[in-house]
C-alpha cells in the first residue's frame, strides 16, 4: 500500500528577493543541463585527440548522455512523489556539479563515459522538475513568468551550446566544458536547499515497480542507442540496428501492458486520458523535432558548404536567441488573454513560414541574408514554446503534472533525438540524388571539361574542380529540399494543436496553489 506523508511546513511562500533568486537558480539549472545535450558536440575532435581514440569512439560522449538522460526523465514522476521534487531537484543539481568535475578530470574514454551516464541520470531529473518547482513557487497569477524563464532557458541552452563548446575547446581545453558547470551546480544545488527550508512537500511512500523500470531502460536505451548510431551504419543494412529496433519495439509494447496494468507503475501513463495533454505534447513534440531538425542542419551546412568555422556557425544559430528573450515577457502577457490554441498555431505556423524563406538561399549568400531568418526565428519559437508547455501542464490534475511534465519532456528529448538522425541522414541522400540528377542532366559535361583544359589545366585538375562544383551544388539543393520537409512538419504540428480542447478562460498552470 502507498502511504502518504506531509513534510511540515515551517516558513510560507517564497517571495520577493527570494522568489526571484530561487527562479533563477531554478533557470539556471535547467540551462546546464540541457546545454549540456550540444556543448560536447564540437568538442568531439579535441576529446578524441586528447584521450588517443577516434572520433567515431568519442561520439560515445554524446550517445551516453542522452541514453541516460532520456531514462531518467519519465521517471521524474514516482521521484518525486517517492522523495520530494525540491529533495530530488536539489541533490541532482549538487550531483551535477561534482560529477562534471568527474568527466573534467577523465584520462581514458571509459571514465568519460561512465561520467557522461552518471551525469545524464542527474541531469534527466532537472529539466522536468526546473519546470514543476517554477508553477511551484510563484503565485497562480504570475504562472506565465515561470513559463516564460522555463522556455527561455530550454530554447537558448542548446543553441549556446555549440558556441560555448567551439570557443572553449579551441582556446582553454575540452576539460573546461565540463569545469565551467562545477561553480553553478554546486552553488545552485546550495542557494535552493537554503530557499527550500520547511518548504510543504507530499511525500508517498509507494513500492519500486522494479519489472517497469527495466523495461524502461531497456527499450528506451535501445531506442536512443539506435537514433545516435544508425547514421554511422547505415541504418537498417546494419545487424545491429536491426537488432536495436527489435528490442525497442518489443520492450516499448512490454513496457505499455506493465505500466497499464500495474497498481503502482513507475511511470503514470494515464495522463493521456486527458485530451489537452495528447494534443499538446503531440505538437509539442512535432514542432521541437522539426525546430531542433534546424538548428542541427543549419550549422552543417555552414561549415561544410559555406565555409564557415565552427564558431561563426555557433554565432550564426544563436542570434535567434536575441529576439526570443526580448519578446518572451510580452508573449507571455498575452498567453494569459488569448487562446493558447491560437499563439501556437501562428508561432509554428511563423516557423514553417521561415522555413520557406530559407528555401531561397544561394551559395552566394551573406552572413546577414543568411543571419535575418534566424533573428526573425526568435519571437515565433516563443509564441509556440510558452503557450503549448503551459498547456501540457494546465491540461492535467495538479498531482499529475509531475508526471506531465516528465513525460512531455522525454517526448520533446525522442523527437528531437529523431529529428537529428533523420534530418542528418535525409541530407546525406538527398544530396547523393540530386547529384546523380546533376550528373545525368549535364549534356555539356565533356565540352566543359575540353573547355578548362584548353585554359591551361591538367585533365585530373579540370574533373575534380567540375565534380567539386556539382557536389557543392548537390548539397545546397539538398538543405533546400530539408527546409521543405521542415516546413511541411511544421504545419502539421500548427494543425495538431487545434485538437485539444478549448480552454476554459487563461490557462491555469499554477499547479494546485
Known amino acids: 500500500m502507498a502511504e502518504a506523508k506531509t513534510l511540515p511546513a515551517e516558513s510560507g511562500p517564497l517571495t520577493g528577493g527570494k522568489l526571484i533568486l530561487a527562479a533563477i537558480l531554478i533557470g539556471m539549472g535547467n540551462f546546464l543541463v540541457v546545454l549540456d545535450t550540444t556543448i560536447a558536440n564540437v568538442s568531439i575532435p579535441h576529446i578524441a585527440g586528447s584521450l588517443g581514440v577516434s572520433v567515431s569512439e568519442a561520439t560515445w560522449v554524446i550517445t551516453s548522455y542522452a541514453v541516460a538522460e532520456a531514462i531518467t526523465v519519465p521517471l521524474t514522476g514516482w521521484l518525486s512523489r517517492r522523495f520530494g521534487a525540491q529533495k530530488v531537484f536539489t541533490s541532482s543539481y549538487i550531483a551535477f556539479g561534482i560529477l562534471s568535475l568527474l568527466c573534467g578530470l577523465s584520462g581514458t574514454l571509459g571514465v568519460l563515459i561512465g561520467g557522461r551516464v552518471l551525469l545524464g541520470l542527474a541531469g534527466g531529473t532537472i529539466i522536468p522538475l526546473s519546470q514543476t518547482l517554477l508553477l511551484r513557487i510563484f503565485p497562480p497569477e504570475k504562472a506565465s513568468i515561470a513559463m516564460i524563464?522555463?522556455?527561455?532557458?530550454?530554447?537558448?541552452?542548446?543553441?549556446?551550446?555549440p558556441i560555448l563548446g567551439g570557443i572553449i575547446s579551441d582556446n582553454i581545453g575540452w576539460e573546461w566544458i565540463f569545469f565551467i558547470n562545477i561553480p553553478i551546480a554546486l552553488g545552485g544545488g546550495i542557494g535552493l536547499?537554503?530557499?527550500?527550508?520547511?518548504?510543504?512537500?507530499?511525500?508517498?511512500k509507494a513500492r519500486i515497480d522494479i519489472v517497469g523500470l527495466v523495461?524502461?531502460?531497456?527499450?528506451?536505451?535501445?531506442?536512443?542507442?539506435m537514433l545516435d548510431e544508425g547514421r554511422n551504419h547505415d541504418w537498417f543494412a546494419a545487424t545491429e540496428i536491426r537488432t536495436l529496433a527489435i528490442i525497442?519495439?518489443?520492450?516499448?509494447?512490454?513496457?505499455?501492458?506493465?505500466?497499464?496494468?500495474?497498481?503502482?507503475?513507475?511511470v503514470n501513463l494515464r495522463v493521456f486520458r486527458h485530451r489537452g495533454f495528447v494534443a499538446a505534447s503531440l505538437t509539442y513534440s512535432v514542432a521541437f523535432g522539426a525546430f531542433f531538425a534546424t538548428v542541427v542542419l543549419i550549422p552543417l551546412w555552414l561549415q561544410q558548404n559555406m565555409g564557415y568555422t565552427a564558431t561563426w556557425a555557433g554565432y550564426a544559430t544563436g542570434i535567434m536567441g536575441i529576439f526570443a528573450v526580448l519578446s518572451s515577457?510580452?508573449?507571455?502577457?498575452?498567453?494569459e488573454k488569448i487562446d493558447a490554441r491560437l499563439i501556437v498555431s501562428i508561432g509554428v505556423l511563423g516557423l514553417g513560414l521561415i522555413s520557406v524563406w530559407r528555401m531561397g538561399f544561394t551559395p552566394d549568400m551573406t552572413f546577414w541574408q543568411m543571419a535575418w531568418p534566424m533573428l526573425a526565428t526568435g519571437p515565433f519559437l516563443m509564441m509556440f514554446f510558452i503557450p503549448v508547455t503551459g498547456l501540457c501542464m494546465a491540461s492535467v490534475d495538479p498531482e499529475e503534472q509531475?508526471?506531465?511534465?516528465?513525460?512531455?519532456?522525454?517526448?520533446?528529448?525522442?523527437?528531437?533525438?529523431?529529428?537529428?538522425?533523420?534530418?542528418?541522414?535525409?541530407?546525406?541522400?538527398?544530396?547523393r540524388e540530386n547529384q546523380a540528377e546533376l550528373v545525368g542532366a549535364m549534356s555539356q559535361g565533356q565540352a566543359t571539361l575540353d573547355t578548362m583544359q584548353?585554359?591551361?589545366?591538367?585533365?585530373?585538375m579540370a574533373t575534380t574542380m567540375l565534380s567539386g562544383v556539382v557536389e557543392y551544388q548537390s548539397t545546397m539543393l539538398a538543405t533546400l529540399n530539408m527546409f521543405a520537409a521542415i516546413a511541411l512538419c511544421?504545419?502539421?504540428?500548427?494543425?495538431?494543436?487545434?485538437?485539444?480542447?478549448?480552454?476554459?478562460g487563461p490557462l491555469d498552470m499554477s499547479g494546485g496553489h
Open 193 to 204: 536547499l537554503y530557499l527550500f527550508r520547511g518548504q510543504l512537500e507530499e511525500l508517498v
Open 329 to 335: 515577457p510580452v508573449i507571455g502577457q498575452f498567453a
Open 454 to 460: 584548353a585554359q591551361g589545366m591538367s585533365p585530373d
Open 248 to 266: 525497442a519495439a518489443i520492450g516499448f509494447i512490454a513496457f505499455l501492458i506493465w505500466e497499464l496494468t500495474d497498481r503502482h507503475p513507475i
Open 215 to 225: 523495461l524502461m531502460i531497456v527499450w528506451v536505451g535501445a531506442l536512443q542507442i
Open 149 to 161: 524563464i522555463w522556455a527561455m532557458t530550454t530554447t537558448v541552452a542548446p543553441i549556446a551550446g
Open 490 to 504: 511544421f504545419v502539421v504540428a500548427a494543425v495538431l494543436i487545434w485538437l485539444a480542447p478549448k480552454p476554459k
Open 402 to 431: 509531475a508526471d506531465a511534465a516528465g513525460i512531455s519532456n522525454f517526448m520533446r528529448t525522442v523527437a528531437g533525438a529523431f529529428a537529428a538522425s533523420i534530418s542528418q541522414t535525409g541530407w546525406g541522400n538527398a544530396t
